[in-house]
């Protein structure tokens, strides 16, 4: 059987978290982050993605997300997205991303933890009032509160900002029986901290990338394939072999 030593894991496993980041929403056409040089149209991106940028210049930054929401509505979830959901069918299953498109929860993913927010709220710099925009592209730039008529900003984290859900991230690691760390660097902290949080507490890791990356030294199990292919792969097998128990 294809990953029979995973598949043993995963028959005894009982909690299991997946760590995702850019590489698993690559597959859906997104691209990272980061343009040559860490440049958008000529702006570093700490003009377009920071407190203080913000405040410089609101329509510049709109106008930045404006872009990545169009880019972002043209995606579907993939095979890797989709399998993780099914997963809750299963385990008592967490997604923790460090990606704000929403794919995870587009794919049917119910236990999600968006560390670095999400593209499609924003939060009124006002009233504090959150809440789902779908509209691409906006008809407004920068957007003004429904409720209050006060400036709105995307509900992302931004650099310097602290992150959303980190508590419940790393009770989540120290807790689970296997960890998926699927398409991320695991180099932005704190996000980065997770896996060997986890692995420090027994639980088993297993990275999916293309590329080595720091968790490469210590996972339990290092399949360097597309996240697509091999969470389709394990999936199947894990289907199988829990067809024959």
């Avoid at 959901?85 to 704000?100: G, H, K, S």
């Avoid at 120290?174 to 180099?187: P, R």
Wanted: aromatic share 10%; proline share 5%.
């Amino acid at each position: 059987m294809v990953y029979e030593e995973l598949i043993e894991v995963l028959l005894k496993a009982e909690r299991v978290v997946a760590l995702t980041g850019a590489g698993i929403s690559a597959e859906s056409g997104i691209p990272t982050f980061r343009g040559a040089g860490g440049l958008w149209e000529g702006y570093p991106v700490e003009e377009v993605a920071t407190p203080e940028g913000f405040e410089r210049n609101p329509a510049l930054v709109w106008r930045f997300y404006n872009e990545r929401r169009i880019n972002i509505a043209k995606a579907e979830p993939n095979e890797a997205h989709k399998v993780l959901a099914n997963l809750e069918n299963l385990y008592d299953m967490w997604v923790i991303t460090q990606n704000i498109d929403g794919l995870h929860i587009k794919a049917g993913s119910k236990n999600v933890i968006e560390l670095h927010g999400n593209i499609w709220r924003t939060r009124c710099t006002e009233c504090g009032r959150v809440s789902y925009n779908y509209e691409v592209p906006l008809s407004e730039i920068p957007p003004k509160c429904e409720k209050c008529g006060g400036l709105l900003r995307p509900d992302v984290v931004w650099f310097g900002e602290p992150v959303y859900g980190v508590d419940k991230a790393y009770n989540l690691s120290q807790c689970c029986d296997v960890m998926f760390v699927i398409g991320t660097s695991a180099q932005v902290y704190p996000a980065a901290y997770l896996p060997r949080l986890a692995w420090s507490k027994g639980a088993k890791i297993v990275e999916i990338n293309i590329e080595e990356t720091p968790v490469s030294r210590y996972a339990d199990f290092v399949i360097r394939k597309k996240a697509t292919n091999a969470m389709s792969q394990i999936y199947q097998a894990l289907l199988e072999a829990f067809q024959k128990e």
